[in-house]
């Protein structure tokens, strides 16, 4: 095992040796740490000590045993890692896992996705939330980018379960000014929520359903606002093709023409990125990221994925997604991340890129600054938020351990998270979900689901047409 950097110990107002109790200490667990170059390793026989919702110290364990805290997990035989970030989802959308199965991406959005997405009502978004919400805390998620309708819901739903969510409510030009400006709206309203754990942003759908005109006044109202903007851009290659056919620009100089790369912009999926794009992405004024959502790519049969190395190349941060459950049927980033290594391994030929340690990267610092999360989440760290996900690698599947990363990279599942921690609040210990009463959402779920999938009216919220 590479040998551990040596982290500072305490924050710059703390020390672990001080009398007053810390509110969580988890300790005899392996830490994943950061570096000062942002190199990953792993110290072993470690303690981590939590005050106020803040990493305070990384330790060791024996120092830990003598601080007081409310409460004390001991952690033997798991890895203490930071929480994960789902970095693009339409986490309502889990209500439709399963729907529409087996088709092409036109017919998959205008002839079962948008049509039913046409009933939906407030009270389906929030249990759509809520189970969503579950399933992510179960699998180690913390943190996830939502872009969806009802979003004012969804903030609910985050506030009460104790995630931290990047929110955008969604529009498409079909609505008129009244859209945008609920976008808007909505992320002055909700930014700062939930104690600080809700951070907004503006979402137009894409350049293919959203004007110039208006992803013009999207990137005006972003600046003057201070908001970041969240939107689908070249998804797959098909888009960058139709839009040089049509227009003779890609949707990645749609966005530089409008002045949304002038703002911290979060690009959803970026299969379609061509060549041409990465000098324009590279000259980009604002934060500009990208969200990798790779199995809904191998369902939907695209010929291309996320061009990591590329962006790599020129300062992009990729973080990972699941997209939402109704193509790619889980929320499940553990799973991303263990595809995006294989993916781009296949696609660049090359099985020394990425490797466990990059995945690990992408998953934990890329993914925070994907969401403009980069100086609070992301590591464990003094200062940093108390997001944190304990990892039981004692199951015969991970066994032995001879390289603790691509352990955890490609033999750990989402399965084995024993505890989640947001803000230093757990929300799941062993296995147990302490925010939300997974039954009692499924029941009404149920029960709504005939009203909800049904597309006799022949309606739909808009037309997939690139």
């Not at 759908?205 to 005109?213: G, I, K, S």
């Amino acid at each position: 095992m590479t040998p551990p950097p040596t982290p500072s110990r305490t924050s710059p107002r703390s020390s672990p040796e001080r009398d007053d109790s810390a509110d969580l200490v988890i300790t005899h667990c392996t830490v994943l740490v950061h570096d000062d170059r942002e190199r990953i390793a792993f110290r072993e026989e470690a303690a981590v000590v939590v005050r106020d919702g803040v990493v305070d110290a990384v330790t060791t364990a024996a120092d830990a045993a003598g601080i007081a805290a409310a409460e004390r997990i001991d952690a033997r035989g798991q890895v203490a890692m930071p929480g994960l970030v789902n970095c693009h989802t339409h986490a309502p959308m889990v209500a439709l896992r399963g729907l529409a199965e087996d088709l092409p991406t036109e017919e998959w959005f205008n002839d079962v996705v948008w049509p039913v997405e046409s009933n939906l009502t407030e009270r389906d978004v929030e249990l759509g939330a809520r189970l969503a919400c579950a399933e992510m805390i179960r699998g180690g998620v913390t943190c996830f980018a939502d872009h969806y309708f009802h979003m004012d819901t969804v903030a609910a739903v985050v506030e009460e379960c104790g995630m931290r969510a990047h929110l955008g409510q969604a529009y498409f030009s079909s609505q008129g000014a009244p859209g945008r400006e609920a976008s808007l709206e909505f992320a002055l309203r909700r930014r700062g929520g939930a104690d600080g754990r809700i951070t907004t942003a503006l979402a137009p759908h894409a350049p293919y359903t959203v004007t110039d005109a208006d992803l013009a006044a999207t990137a005006e109202l972003a600046r003057d606002h201070g908001l970041a903007v969240h939107l689908h851009a070249s998804e797959n290659r098909a888009q960058a093709d139709a839009g040089l056919a049509r227009h003779g620009v890609t949707p990645i100089e749609v966005l530089e023409r409008t002045g949304v790369l002038d703002t911290d912009v979060l690009l959803a999926h970026g299969t379609g990125i061509l060549e041409r794009d990465l000098p324009v992405l590279a000259r980009a004024r604002g934060r500009t990221a990208v969200a990798s959502a790779p199995r809904g790519y191998l369902k939907f049969a695209w010929p291309t994925t996320t061009p990591i190395r590329a962006l790599r190349e020129i300062g992009v941060p990729v973080g990972l997604a699941t997209d939402g459950a109704a193509s790619n049927n889980s929320l499940d980033v553990w799973e991303s991340m263990a595809l995006t290594a294989l993916i781009q391994k296949s696609t660049e030929g090359d099985p020394r890129w990425l490797t466990s340690r990059q995945a690990l990267h992408h998953a934990t610092v890329q993914s925070a600054r994907a969401v403009g999360l980069g100086d609070r989440i992301g590591r464990i760290a003094p200062g940093r938020r108390a997001d944190i996900v304990l990892v039981d690698l004692t199951g015969p599947h991970t066994q032995p351990v001879h390289d603790l990363a691509a352990t955890l990279v490609h033999s750990a599942r989402s399965s084995d998270v024993r505890t989640t921690i947001v803000d230093g609040r757990i929300l799941m210990r062993d296995r147990e979900l302490l925010t939300l009463d997974v039954p009692a959402i499924v029941e009404e779920l149920a029960e709504r689901l005939p009203a909800l999938v049904d597309r006799g009216h022949g309606r739909r919220i808009q037309k997939y047409d690139t």
